[in-house]
């Protein structure tokens, strides 16, 4: 039997049933609610990220250090040790975001490797997507394209679409494997893993949390600029 590190390696992707815990998964709905009750100022997107857009696809993006409880879950040995079944000994949080898809209007999301989205060379890094409902075809699950990360260990040519601001880096006839699952699942996949989400089509939103990790701290290679953040994770067992 391939070891997890192996299957990560293999396919781009691990999925984690049953990790989180009952309180893990209120603390991560309750953050959630309190950012989505906030007032709006800016259109709908809150967050004010590039790829928002409005109420069918929000992100709410930046804020765990305001959330008490979040930070400490973020850099917990639970998610050292999740990383490290993938490979990832050393793990340095730099990114994290509630994804919202709006009831009966959440956006679609285009074919993409989230490291196309850093703007410059970079080490590929981890994506921890963690369902806070049920999530469905119907409601917009993600879909992820399998890829063998050291014979394709690079970065596909992406476009900007202009008409659902966002990045498109595969064109092809695959619809990928989708990641329909419980509440409190946690599916991790590389940088360089392919994949998109459906829209949500039901009566409610589909809510998601998008938290990521780089193996050392990302910098703009001519600035040395810090890229977002770069705290450490408590150390695998």
């Not at 590190?5 to 691990?14: H, K, M």
């Not at 996949?189 to 998601?208: C, E, I, Q, V």
């Amino acid at each position: 039997m391939p070891s997890t590190q192996e299957t990560f390696q293999n396919q781009g992707y691990l999925v984690f049933e049953n990790t989180l815990s009952a309180d893990e998964l209120t603390l991560l709905r309750e953050s959630c609610q309190t950012l989505m009750d906030e007032p709006v100022d800016d259109g709908g997107h809150s967050g004010r990220h590039q790829i928002g857009l409005g109420e069918a696809r929000r992100f709410l993006a930046h804020r765990h250090e305001e959330l008490p409880g979040l930070e400490d879950f973020l850099l917990s040995k639970k998610i050292g040790d999740i990383l490290a079944a993938c490979a990832g000994d050393d793990a340095y949080l730099f990114n994290e975001q509630f994804v919202v898809k709006g009831a009966g209007k959440g956006a679609s999301f285009a074919w993409h490797q989230d490291g196309a989205y850093v703007g410059y060379d970079h080490r590929p890094y981890f994506t921890v997507w963690i369902a806070l409902d049920d999530t469905t075809e119907e409601n917009g699950c993600v879909y992820l394209l399998p890829r063998d990360l050291a014979a394709n260990p690079g970065l596909d040519p992406h476009e900007w679409l202009d008409e659902s601001n966002e990045l498109n880096g595969y064109t092809g006839d695959e619809t990928g494997q989708p990641m329909t699952c419980p509440a409190g699942t946690v599916v991790v996949f590389s940088s360089l893993t392919l994949h998109r989400s459906g829209p949500n089509s039901t009566d409610k939103p589909r809510r998601a949390y998008v938290c990521q990790y780089s193996p050392e701290p990302i910098r703009n290679p001519e600035t040395g600029e810090l890229k977002r953040y770069a705290k450490p994770v408590a150390q695998a067992a």
